[in-house]
């Protein structure tokens, strides 16, 4: 499917963890599909080592960091790559500079799903939304 990404924002427009924020550039389109992510560092961020439960795969667009691992401390700065493994324990720091980088994430837990998405819930019968109203639902 065909979808138009950008432009990347100097902020990221949900809130994430430690000062950092995130949008999605690509949402998901159903529940459970992969996504795209720009991840928008602030300076001075120490951010709390974590894990996915999935891959993740991406790119420095902006800006300088360093990403620490339990493989050692790796420098990040526009245009590096970088592969986290299922599970792979990881934080990024910042200091003199800010550092955005998109992210790719093979998996989701939010997104549409058959019985709740904005063409199903958005539609009403009689003031009441379709779905709510199994009878006339697509099987």
């Known amino acids: 499917m065909l979808q138009v990404v950008g432009p990347v924002e ?52 902006s800006g300088e960091g360093i990403c620490y691992t339990d493989k050692g401390q790796h420098k990040l700065q526009p245009g590096v790559g970088w592969y986290l493994p299922v599970n792979g324990q990881h934080c990024f720091h910042t200091s003199d500079s800010h550092m955005d ?15 709740n998405h904005p063409m199903i819930n958005r539609t009403y019968v009689n003031d009441v939304s379709a779905r709510l109203i199994d009878s006339i639902r697509t099987k």
């Open 101 to 115: 980088v998109i992210a790719w994430h093979p998996d989701t837990d939010t997104g549409p799903q058959d019985e």
């Open 10 to 61: 100097t902020t990221g427009r949900l809130k994430y963890i430690d000062g950092c924020t995130d949008t999605l550039l690509i949402s998901p389109l159903k529940k459970g599909e992969a996504c795209l992510n720009h991840l928008h560092f602030p300076q001075g961020i120490q951010q709390t080592m974590h894990t996915h439960p999935s891959v993740r795969i991406g790119t420095v667009w």
